[in-house]
């Protein structure tokens, strides 16, 4: 079972190597969504609010990934 | 008829990816196959691709039956977890933060543990060296095989991206044959940085179209998203770099 739990542990590494950004990248999409569907606005600004929002969950996860010790995979 | 402005950044994504995931599994093949002998280290990776191959063409068909646009949301945050978790660790190693791979290092480690490992257990090392190959070749092979799907399946790219990815794999076991050692020349976090921008790129835009949005220049904003997460990538780096050499004075 070892070898199971490790490629499950491995599979899910490969999105949720950070959860505070996993977290946030689907907060932006989360949020991009409900703009569009709602139509609180165009959805040229739901698409400008989604490419923002995941430049800065990358600028944010980077800045906090400098401020503390690393694990390094 | 293929479009090259979407069909050249994603064969050009699974190449790069493809190689850097290579690299990895070859590693550890190496260092199995060198400890205990070539039996257990190809054994073990075949036994790997073999898997692969089942789990493709067991879940490859499921992808035809979901809708395009949800399946464009689906492989776009997909996309966009993975490309950017991966932009993310490269522009920590960029800026000093995390220390760069080194596949020597990476080598002798392996060795180590497969040599402790063996020493702890009962079992053969044959078996250890097997399952270790085994779940390189599987685990490196998964995140191929999923760049592959992510970066095909929105515009009927799965054959040239497989085709991308199929080059670089060949190209890792060509020049590992040939030399014998770990790949140490493979300039990987360059490669993980350029991989990570066009993942995270093409996580917007299908994420974008899953949504309903119609992307200003169609294809050609692809280049524009790049771009910027190239610029931010470099200016979050460079900033932190700065920073860490001020603290240091």
Redesign the interface.
Known sequence: MN?VR??AK??LG?????AA??SA??AV?AG??LV??TEVAS??L??AL??AG??A???G???R??RRP?R?? | MISWTVAAPAVGAAFAASLVEAVEAFTIVLAVGTLRGWRAALMGAMAGLLVLALLVVLFGPILNRIPLHLLQLIIG??L???G??W???A??RY?G???LRDQQAAFAADTATLSQEAMSRQSGLDWIGG?TA??AV??EG??VA?IVIAVGAGHSLLLPASLGALAACMLVLAVGVLIQRPLARVPENTLKFGVGIML?AF??FW??EG??????GGDLVLFV?AA??LL??LG??AV?RRS?IWTAQ
């Open positions: 070898l490790d490629v491995g599979l490969m999105f949720v190597g950070d950004l996993s990248i689907l999409v991009a969504a569009i569907k959805t040229q739901g698409g989604l490419f995941c430049l969950a990358l600028v996860s980077v800045f990934g400098a690393q390094i995979g | 945050v997909l966009l977890l993975f950017l978790g932009l993310r660790e522009v920590l800026a933060v995390i220390p399952i085994f779940k599987l685990l998964l995140e999923f995270s996580g917007v994420t974008g949504l309903g949005i119609a992307w200003p998203f910027a997460f931010v990538g979050s780096g932190i860490a």
